[in-house]
T-cell receptor, first 111, second 112 residues
Framework: DAKTTQPNSMESNEEEPVHLPCNHSTISGTDYIHWYRQLPSQGPEYVIHGLTSNVNNRMASLAIAEDRKSSTLILHRATLRDAAVYYCILRDPRSQGNLIFGKGTKLSVKP | KAGVTQTPRYLIKTRGQQVTLSCSPISGHRSVSWYQQTPGQGLQFLFEYFSETQRNKGNFPGRFSGRQFSNSRSEMNVSTLELGDSALYLC???????????FGSGTRLTVV
């Protein structure tokens, strides 16, 4: 599976939108973009995934660049409970491989 | 529905001992994966089981082993514990199609 690059950390103010970037310039045509987050003292939690089109769910939105070499996870209104490490992961569902976690982005939310 | 259950939550063992950790996946999920998380190495894949068969294995020594039972519950075993095995061990279950991994809260193992 191709690798991803994320900033080590980001800060946000409560109730403001947050845009978490992820670069994946070597993405293949069959790689899905997955986002997980890990809150303190918990296991990772699935957030959202997509292939080409932008995706929305109750937790977040995923904006995928037209060339698919980058994507952005959007939290529309950050809350204190969104403070976590966010992981962007590429995965080809045909590979039956495991999730490969990078270092992720540590998001801090200030009240 | 119930989530992924890992037991025990915390464990302290002595160097040289062996340990067994347990994971009960979400009902209906046939895939169980195990990960080790340390501050230095982050989240690293150990192995995955699907329908009682090991499907993938990470780059860990043979002291780390696992198995899956017919009810999809899984156990991992670490023999001859070393101080460096101190970590959070996470289990994840999925239906098996490469989507929707659900993680447990982990077992915090401390080796002294």
């Amino acid at each position: 599976d191709a690798k991803t690059t994320q900033p080590n950390s980001m800060e946000s103010n409560e109730e403001e939108p947050v845009h978490l970037p992820c670069n994946h310039s070597t993405i293949s045509g069959t790689d899905y973009i997955h986002w997980y987050r890990q809150l303190p003292s918990q296991g990772p939690e699935y957030v959202i995934h997509g292939l080409t089109s932008n995706v929305n769910n109750r937790m977040a939105s995923l904006a995928i660049a037209e060339d698919r070499k980058s994507s952005t996870l959007i939290l529309h209104r950050a809350t204190l409970r969104d403070a976590a490490v966010y992981y962007c992961i590429l995965r080809d569902p045909r590979s039956q491989g495991n999730l490969i976690f990078g270092k992720g982005t540590k998001l801090s939310v200030k009240p | 529905k119930a989530g992924v259950t890992q037991t025990p939550r915390y464990l302290i063992k002595t160097r040289g001992q062996q340990v067994t950790l347990s994971c009960s996946p979400i009902s209906g999920h046939r895939s169980v994966s195990w990960y080790q998380q340390t501050p230095g190495q982050g989240l690293q894949f150990l192995f995955e089981y699907f329908s009682e068969t090991q499907r993938n294995k990470g780059n860990f020594p043979g002291r780390f082993s696992g198995r899956q039972f017919s009810n999809s519950r899984s156990e991992m075993n670490v023999s001859t514990l070393e101080l460096g095995d101190s970590a959070l061990y996470l289990c994840a279950s999925s239906p098996g199609g490469g989507y929707g991994y659900t993680f447990g809260s982990g077992t915090r193992l401390t080796v002294v």
